[in-house]
């Protein structure tokens, strides 16, 4: 699997640095010249979560484009590792994609925060447990991975389709997947995702009023089995169609 990703990482490491190296500077730029030219905070803030989202897409899209190559590619098929190892290393990427653009969010988050002296003290981050901003975490990456397993699924249906308008197939049963999985488990276990919530609230006025509270949340854990469960039967579809259905 290691090489399998090596051969990921190379293919795409140039265009993914240099992605990285493009969203800095417009951070870069964005903070400096408004700075410079007294923007106001909120336009700053609007701006750059622009260009976060425009690279969350380009990575969303790099990571698609890859696996569909991947899966049709001569060479691909002649190293001696199972299907299933392509997708385990694409979804791979795609998490270390995710957690270094989480990462320069969470910091760009805190630096304007400081340097419009946002009172961090009245969210109390030491009154929620660890507990729950691990449970947090997990459900994040969890949600995460299994809507790019759904996706790569739909990739490979795309791909096995040999005739015109098999890419609007794929799309098609992506939204669908998402949908109907959603509607089962909420008619099943009576709400339609494993972590239910709200997670937190808040309000604000001004930084005065700013109030902040942890909300009931709770692990729905027949959603949660549901969710698995679905995600292995997918993936091994996945497999299937990569090594019956797709032409090299």
Request: proline residues 1%; positive net charge.
């Amino acid at each position: 699997m290691m090489r399998v990703l090596k051969y990921d990482w190379k293919r795409n490491s140039t265009m993914l640095l240099g992605a990285f190296a493009i969203l800095l500077m417009v951070q870069i730029g964005i903070t400096v010249l408004g700075t410079v030219r007294n923007w106001d905070l909120a336009v700053m803030i609007v701006l750059s979560m622009l260009a976060y989202t425009s690279m969350s897409v380009l990575l969303l899209v790099v990571t698609g484009k890859t696996f569909g190559y991947n899966i049709k590619a001569y060479h691909r098929r002649l190293l001696p590792v199972r299907s299933v190892w392509s997708v385990v290393s694409s979804l791979i990427l795609a998490c270390a994609n995710l957690l270094v653009l989480g990462v320069l969010m969470a910091l760009h988050i805190w630096y304007y925060g400081s340097a419009a002296g946002f009172p961090w003290e009245v969210i109390h981050f030491s009154d929620s447990s660890l507990m729950y901003y691990v449970s947090l975490l997990v459900f994040i990456v969890w949600k995460f991975i299994y809507v790019m397993i759904t996706l790569f699924f739909s990739i490979a249906v795309a791909s096995s389709l040999t005739r015109k308008g098999g890419v609007w197939i794929g799309i098609l049963i992506f939204f669908l997947l998402q949908n109907v999985l959603g509607w089962l488990s909420e008619f099943l276990f009576g709400d339609d995702t494993a972590f239910s919530g709200p997670v937190a609230s808040f309000s604000v006025i001004d930084y005065t009023g700013f109030t902040f509270s942890q909300g009931h949340h709770a692990w729905v854990w027949g959603a949660f089995a549901f969710e698995v469960v679905a995600a292995v039967l997918i993936l091994y579809a996945t497999v299937y169609l990569i090594d019956r259905k797709v032409e090299v």
